[in-house]
């Protein structure tokens, strides 16, 4: 079955660089667009980033267009995020997603769990201020 599996989160300082990784597995890696969205406290699904299947077009959040960057290593089937530059807004449930599609979208704000077919159970990452 299809399993994502996120790592990475942690409580670093204002500032500090934070990588996180989603280790895919049960599907063919390499033939879907993938994404990571996040939900802060209280808050909704936000999105974050996109990637297209082969890796070669990535779009971005204007919130964090800048500071994080996204990629993949399709020979892992690992998804990853770079977060450079954190600040306290970026506290957050961090998850990535499988999108149905092998091209990546540049998406508004919010985001419905439905525009992801798979799902993995979030790493917490945490701003000191």
């Known amino acids: 079955q299809v399993q994502l599996v996120e790592s990475g989160g942690g ?3 204002p500032g500090e660089s934070l990588r ?6 049960g599907f063919h890696f390499s033939n879907y667009a993938m994404s990571w969205v996040r939900q802060a406290p209280g808050k909704g699904l ?6 297209n299947s082969g890796g070669g077009y990535t779009y971005y959040a204007d919130y964090v267009k800048g500071r ?3 990629s993949r290593d399709n020979a892992k089937n690992t998804l990853n ?8 807004d970026d506290k ?4 990535c997603a499988k999108a149905p599609r092998p091209f990546a979208l540049q998406r508004g704000t919010v985001v ?18």
Do not use: H
Not at 20 to 25: E, G, I, Q, Y
Not at 46 to 51: F, L, Y
Not at 92 to 95: C, D, M, P, S
């Open 11 to 13: 409580l670093v300082q």
């Open 20 to 25: 996180l990784s989603c280790a895919a597995s």
């Open 46 to 51: 936000e999105w974050v980033s996109e990637i």
């Open 68 to 70: 994080f960057t996204i």
């Open 81 to 88: 995020l770079q977060m450079d530059s954190r600040k306290p």
């Open 92 to 95: 957050a449930v961090y998850y």
């Open 112 to 129: 419905d769990s439905s525009d992801y077919d798979y799902w993995g159970q979030g790493t917490q990452v945490t701003v000191s201020s």
